[in-house]
Nanobody, 122 residues
Framework: QVQLAESGGGLVQPGGSLRLSCAAS????????IGWFRQAPGQEREGVSC????????YYADSVKGRFTISRDNAKKTVYLQMNSLEHEDTGVYYC???????????????WGKGTLVTVSS
């Protein structure tokens, strides 16, 4: 059974930091491209960051470049999203997903977690 479970969300003040975790089970993490996505209230889901299975390429949305960092720990079967200098616009439900490929322009992700809520507010 392929399963992904996000954790680490919560309430944080602007300028603060959070680290999201995505724990994987039921498959070899190294064999999948892994991405982080988010959905703000009333908005469509958007890609935040992803790392590919083939060459480890990393992509970030322009809005988070320089502030967010994606990393993969295959031994722990966990993918992280370190989020620094958080802004109000970063608020939303964050999802991790695993699939065949991802890039700056698109993705194919078949397995999704249930999400973790990040709220940036003072």
């Amino acid at each position: 059974q392929v399963q992904l479970a996000e954790s680490g969300g919560g309430l944080v003040q602007p300028g603060g930091s959070l680290r999201l975790s995505c724990a994987a089970s039921g498959f070899i993490l190294d064999a999948y491209s892994i991405g982080w996505f988010r959905q703000a209230p009333g908005q469509e889901r958007e890609g935040v960051s992803c790392t590919t299975k083939n060459d480890g390429s990393i992509y970030y949305a322009d809005s988070v470049k320089g502030r967010f960092t994606i990393s993969r720990d295959n031994a722990k079967k966990t993918v992280y999203l370190q989020m620094n200098s958080l802004e109000h616009e970063d608020t939303g439900v964050y999802y991790c997903a695993a699939g065949e490929w991802c890039s700056a322009t698109g993705y194919s992700m078949d397995n999704w977690g249930k999400g973790t809520l990040v709220t940036v507010s003072s």
